[in-house]
């Protein structure tokens, strides 16, 4: 029986997922067939997990698998601590700016208002400044050069492939805003306000707890979080249909935020780095979203 070509680039992906997802990869067995379902679910944009897309405004602009970077940019061999990993890594790489400039073009940098999201294929959502990610320091990995293939990393032990960003410099790390997403899929230049415009809290004054606590949540949440049904889709929306505030109380969310490993396995990091003042002012702008009518 002649299997079209179609069906068998999504068998092929699907299998991708469930090695992602921890499913298995016999061939035909359940693990593809509850592959194929994932596949089926997910996102349309992350239609083809071997190519990095681009995008300018949620429309794509360009897209290119690995041969064609390889042979657009020369790639280095890179040897840094890897906080993801807790040790030093080994990889193959091509430095971020320079794909940046063959993939959103090359005044990408130019608009300092701009930001750069990078999305995982599980729907992950990883936001920086344009004027940080144009720093030195950041390449895209698409080779661990420690083991064959990828060493799982994270929590609930992902496969990183095909592409990962990592960055060299001593305090670029995510504390500090800089992205370190794996399983890239998509980089996107957006407007903050244009392209989530459910997630600024509109009337907040800019000097306000609330705004402090947006400008918090957008560096450091939104990459798995939404509000309103906009951001990041690893976690739950904390804001649509109702809000977390309306049902946990304020010295959960805090010490959940703070901690989640304590409560649950969760591919949620702890945060123990943040302030007290830090998640009030997360708990303030939480507050202030809650009063959008979409938030009940």
């Not at 070509?5 to 992906?13: F, I, K, Q, V």
């Not at 921890?22 to 992350?46: D, E, I, K, Q, W």
């Amino acid at each position: 029986m002649r299997i079209p070509l179609c069906a068998l680039g999504l068998h092929r992906r699907a299998v991708i997922t469930a090695r992602r997802r921890g499913l298995g990869t016999r061939p035909y067995g359940l693990a593809s067939f509850l592959a194929c379902l994932l596949m089926l679910a997910a996102p349309l944009v992350l239609a083809d997990a071997e190519r990095l897309e681009f995008a300018v405004g949620s429309k794509v602009v360009a897209s290119y698998d690995l041969d064609e970077l390889s042979a657009l940019i020369e790639s280095q061999d890179l040897s840094l601590f890897d906080p993801e990993y807790g040790k030093r890594k080994r990889y193959r790489a091509f430095p971020l700016g320079e794909v940046l400039r063959l993939g959103l073009g090359p005044n990408w940098a130019d608009d300092g208002q701009a930001d750069i999201v990078f999305q995982a294929n599980d729907g992950y959502r990883a936001m920086s400044p344009v004027f940080q990610v144009a720093r030195d320091g950041g390449f895209l990995v698409f080779r661990d050069l420690d083991v064959e293939g990828w060493e799982p990393v994270g929590r609930m032990q992902a496969d990183p492939a095909p592409f990962c960003v990592v960055w060299t410099g001593a305090n670029q790390t995510t504390q500090y805003g800089y992205p370190w997403p794996w399983g890239l899929a998509m980089i996107e230049l957006v407007h903050f306000d244009e392209r989530y415009p459910q997630i600024p809290p509109e009337g907040a004054v800019p000097d306000s707890a609330a705004s402090s606590g947006f400008a918090l949540f957008k560096r450091r949440c939104v990459r798995c979080h939404a509000i309103n049904g906009q951001g990041g889709t690893v976690g739950p929306d904390l804001n649509a249909p109702m809000s977390i505030l309306s049902y946990r109380s304020i010295d959960l969310v805090k010490a959940f935020i703070r901690n989640p490993s304590l409560y649950r396995h969760t591919h949620m990091p702890d945060h123990t780095d943040l302030s007290e003042q830090e998640l009030d002012a997360l708990i303030a702008y939480f507050w202030h979203k809650r009063q959008d009518p979409r938030s009940e």
